[in-house]
């Protein structure tokens, strides 16, 4: 009766143990698959933003699925013998065997359709929604827009490093003004139609702020009895109660977050990257630009403390972990990346590798 009864708990126990299985490999299984996705992704966005910086090509390889296939092993064992002297004895053995082999297909982003995403504009209506679910109209405008009416927001600096400063400061003072009505909640941006939207700014007692409107009407040449204009995505305006944007290209917006990245001098000295110089011949500081956006530093050693980093070069360039500014301009390209290139058409895999 008691052999019996052991093995009767015995089977229980690897029932018990194949029932709970399930559940319990799902949740740390999709949660730790979800991090290294998310990680991975990161990394890439992050390595060509440095490989722009160089003048490399950008490679974008994107994980197709992930398939995982878990084995249970289960073994049970009684044994006995009898001593001298008459006296039995037995033993019991149990084992459980967990095994993973998960298989991952990586598809690469090119041909026709991604370079078209990649060089299509941004449409204004995305900054216009970004805006209103809370993002920093400044960050978006500095980050998506290539011109404003006749103001240029750099525009030499969304392709390979130029040589020259290019012209971006009457810009940069319209972003922050705008930025600040936003705070303030004098401005609000809606879609009149489908594809014209509508910016009011509303009038102001407070000296400071009512500057701030003021820089908007000049740096804009907008009417300033009008509360109301009327946006297009458009290289020009046709009345002075209109503003013109042209966004940038996702790739635009990549190379010229990529002019933030800093590099070892030695590469600058072996000329692996392009000095821009002021007319004087001075050198340009790309913080003097980019500081309010993104910092992208670089350490001869693996850093510490850092939200995503990448080894090039045989130097690490990373983005610093309490960088809270860096951080979201860095989230922001994540999201357009997602929004512009990341929905793709079925392609044949380039790699499946299963992992042991």
Not at 83 to 100: Q, V
Not at 214 to 227: F, G, N
Not at 300 to 305: G, K, M, V
Request: proline content about 5%; charged content about 20%; glycine content about 8%.
């Amino acid at each position: 009766m008691q052999k019996n009864a052991s093995l009767t708990l015995l089977a229980a126990l690897l029932a018990g143990g194949c029932a709970q299985f399930g559940p319990h490999a799902l949740q740390p299984a999709r949660a730790n698959y979800a991090q290294a996705l998310g990680r991975s992704s990161a990394e890439q966005l992050l390595l060509n933003l440095v490989r722009l910086r160089y003048r490399d090509n950008p490679v974008f390889l994107e994980v197709g699925s992930v398939v995982t296939h878990y084995s249970l092993l289960r073994g049970a064992g009684v044994g006995g013998k009898v001593a001298a002297g008459g006296t039995r004895e037995g033993t019991l053995g149990a084992s459980l065997s967990l095994s993973e082999d998960p298989t991952i297909t990586y598809s690469p982003l090119q041909g026709e359709e991604f370079v078209k995403r990649l060089l299509t504009p941004i449409d204004p209506s995305v900054v216009v929604y970004l805006s209103q679910s809370g993002w920093s109209l400044e960050r978006l405008l500095m980050c998506c827009i290539q011109k404003a009416n006749a103001l240029r927001n750099a525009t030499s600096a969304a392709g390979p490093t130029p040589d020259y400063v290019p012209d971006f400061s009457e810009f940069r003072a319209l972003a922050h003004a705008l930025r600040q009505l936003q705070v303030a909640g004098l401005l609000d941006i809606e879609c009149a139609d489908g594809k014209h939207m509508q910016l009011h700014v509303r009038p102001t007692e407070s000296p400071e702020l009512g500057h701030a409107r003021s820089e908007v009407i000049r740096l804009l040449d907008l009417d300033p009895q009008a509360e109301v204009y009327t946006v297009l995505p458009a290289l020009n305006r046709q009345r002075r109660d209109e503003i013109a944007f042209t966004g940038r290209s996702l790739l635009g917006t990549m190379y010229f977050l990529s002019q933030a990245v800093a590099v070892p001098p030695e590469d600058e000295r072996a000329g692996l990257v392009t000095v821009t110089r002021r007319q004087g011949g001075e050198r340009f500081d790309w913080n003097e630009l980019l500081g309010r956006l993104i910092a992208i530093r670089y350490a001869p050693a693996e850093p510490t403390s850092a939200a995503v980093r990448v080894n090039y070069r045989g130097s690490w360039f990373f983005i610093a972990d309490d960088d809270l500014n860096s951080k979201s301009t860095f989230s922001l390209l994540t999201l357009l990346y997602s929004l512009k290139a990341g929905t793709k058409d079925a392609r044949e895999p380039l790699l499946t590798l299963g992992v042991q």
